[in-house]
């Protein structure tokens, strides 16, 4: 079993905003763990026709991560490269384990 300093659970944006902090807090030792054959989290997950955001397109982006987006609400596409191109711009994909249900996990105090 491999012991990492951080572990981040899903690839979402939440995960994707959660590594940008590692990265900027100088932490290195961190992988993700997302239980899906690909990454993104929710948006890339919902593939059904029309699939769209409810509000407006900047509130899905990470503050320090600005993106042109489109139109006001975002359509799902849209979404899905705007997650890869977090993903990919911050290496997260390299660090990336997937296929990983996690069950439990064990906290080291030190």
């Given amino acids: ?5 951080v572990i981040v659970i899903g690839s979402g944006f939440s995960g994707q905003s959660a590594v940008i902090g590692l990265q900027k807090a ?3 030792d961190w992988i993700v763990l997302e239980r899906r054959s690909f990454m993104g989290g929710t948006w890339c997950q919902n593939t059904y026709p029309g699939a ?7 509130l899905y ?3 320090s991560e ?6 006001i609400f975002a359509e799902r596409d849209e979404l899905e490269r705007y997650t890869n191109f977090i993903i990919d711009k911050h ?3 390299e660090r990336t384990e ?3 249900d996690v069950s439990a996990l064990d ?3 030190d």
């Fill in 26 to 28: 100088g932490i290195e």
């Fill in 66 to 71: 600005p993106y042109p987006w489109s139109q």
């Fill in 98 to 100: 997937l296929n990983a």
């Fill in 61 to 63: 982006s990470i503050s």
């Fill in 107 to 109: 906290w080291d105090d």
């Fill in 91 to 93: 290496h997260i994909r």
């Fill in 52 to 58: 769209a955001v409810d509000v407006q397109s900047p």
């Fill in 1 to 5: 079993m491999d012991v990492h300093e």
